[in-house]
């Protein structure tokens, strides 16, 4: 298994460009989820999928939209890219495991605006 | 989500363990502890996860305060490789954790060879 992948590794976006940062995983989780990190930081959680069809916002949502129209893709997409969003972008998936859900990252995209 | 309180940083010798402290005082009866571990430039790995029980797996153990008002992550014999940020989060049993996981800013793990 690949597990979770995402491209590109790295973007630079002039300031009011869209883009989508992809995001696949191959272990047929239903729970999935993009998270940004900005320097020194915790991860903050952007949106959130359940299941394919379903999505919700985290808690730092705006400016960004994200679909799920299979299983295994949940895109991300910057519909006007703006320096405050210059960070590493996960995505992640997860799965029930005693209770609770394991999550699985991927390595990340390093987006810088300018 | 019950907030967690973790040292900024800890620095430990390689081969010796490693006791990583994390506060929950507010936590509810059904919330699980969950540990995720990030190494440089990569994406947040799970480690383990409990209830009220101590666990253990190859990674590592968690002993849970009998209060669960704290935890302990146990690394028995630390490498080099094990130096990351360790997160400590609370996650509701009703969610599971499926609707995301709040992130703090972690412990920063040092290990001198």
């Known amino acids: 298994n690949a597990g979770v992948t995402q491209t590109p590794k790295f973007q630079v976006l002039k300031t009011g460009q869209s883009m989508t940062l992809q995001c696949a995983q191959d272990?047929?989780?239903?729970?999935m989820s993009w998270y940004r990190q900005d320097p020194g930081m915790g991860l903050r959680l952007i949106h959130y999928?359940?299941?394919?069809?379903?999505?919700d916002q985290g808690e730092v949502p705006n400016g960004y939209n994200v679909s799920r129209s299979t299983t295994e893709d949940f895109p991300l997409r910057l519909l006007s890219a703006a320096p405050s969003q210059t960070s590493v972008y996960f995505c992640?998936?997860?799965?029930?495991?005693?209770?609770?859900?394991?999550?699985?990252f991927g390595p990340g995209t390093r987006l810088t605006v300018t | 989500d019950a907030k967690t309180t973790q040292p900024n940083s800890m620095e430990s010798n390689e081969e010796e363990p490693v006791h990583l402290p994390c506060n929950h005082s507010?936590?509810?009866?059904?919330?699980?502890i969950h540990w995720y571990r990030q190494l440089p430039s990569q994406g947040p790995e799970y480690v383990i996860h409990?209830?009220?029980s101590n666990v253990n797996n190859r990674m590592a153990s968690l002993a849970i305060a009998e209060d669960r008002k704290s935890s302990t992550l146990i690394l028995h014999r630390a490498t080099l490789r094990d130096a990351a940020v360790y997160y400590c989060?609370?996650?509701?049993?009703?969610?599971?954790?499926?609707?995301?996981?709040?992130f703090g800013k972690g412990t920063h793990l040092i290990i001198q060879p």
């Open positions: 992640a998936s997860s799965y029930r495991l005693a209770g609770a859900y394991e999550q699985y």
């Open positions: 272990m047929n989780h239903e729970y």
């Open positions: 507010t936590i509810s009866g059904t919330d699980y």
């Open positions: 989060i609370s996650v509701p049993y009703s969610g599971g954790g499926a609707d995301g996981l709040t």
């Open positions: 999928s359940v299941g394919a069809g379903i999505t």
């Open positions: 409990g209830l009220t």
